[in-house]
């Protein structure tokens, strides 16, 4: 099972970016996904959530309205489209697949971690 994270690079505060990560080696409809973050000398956070179809998501306060994950089942790639960003957002973003229905916003919840990618803001 792999996951390859992509989409991260510098931007201004104020800018977007729309992170994706391409998963492999697993039925990727059947799983529900996650997106998290590490800023430097922080723990791993959670961002988002979205079901196996799409149709629930879930987010952090600190993302909501800023944030929107999106996934295309046909792709195996689910997305992150980052909006109104801050100096604060910058971090390590890391996609993963959901175990199960349990610990929805902690890591406990989730497996098969991607490389992550870099995300920095500018302010």
């Known amino acids: 099972v792999q996951l390859q994270a992509s989409g991260g690079g510098l931007v201004q505060a104020g800018g977007s970016l729309r992170l994706s990560c391409a998963a492999s080696g697993r039925t990727f409809s059947g799983y529900a996904m996650g997106w998290f973050r590490q800023a430097p000398g922080k723990e791993r956070e959670f961002i988002a959530r979205?079901?196996?179809?799409?149709?629930?998501?879930l987010y952090a306060d600190s993302v909501k309205g800023r944030f929107t994950i999106s996934r295309d089942n046909a792709k195996n790639t689910v997305y992150l489209q980052l909006s109104s960003l801050k100096p604060e957002d910058t971090a390590v973003f890391y996609c993963a697949f959901a175990r199960g229905t349990t610990w929805r916003t902690s890591e406990r919840g989730y497996d098969y971690w991607g490389q992550g990618t870099q995300v920095t803001v500018s302010s």
């Open positions: 979205i079901s196996w179809s799409g149709g629930s998501t």
